[in-house]
């Protein structure tokens, strides 16, 4: 998915550039765009983290149970949950 979504900002990016170069820019234009290429900018640090496995679940290693990465209790079993959660997390990967 972060492929296409890497595909789909150059694209879309691409065409704001294209569009605002044949029509002229003017300040308002100048601003949009602006916002076009830092929300594209966004998208793609995203879908970057993503795909490295920065985002996302963990597993409590008590009852193995899935639970937030900031979470400082497993909601499933009540054990503390500390560095080992991050160790658990980079194992999945």
Known sequence: MSTAVTVLVLVATAF???VGLVAGLDAYAAVILGLIVAFGALALA???RSRSGAIG????SSCDGVVSSNAPYCKHCGARL???LLRDRR???
């Open 91 to 93: 194992d999945d990967r």
């Open 57 to 60: 679940p963990a597993r409590c």
């Open 82 to 84: 500390g560095s080992e």
């Open 46 to 48: 995203i879908a970057r």
């Open 16 to 18: 704001a550039i294209s």
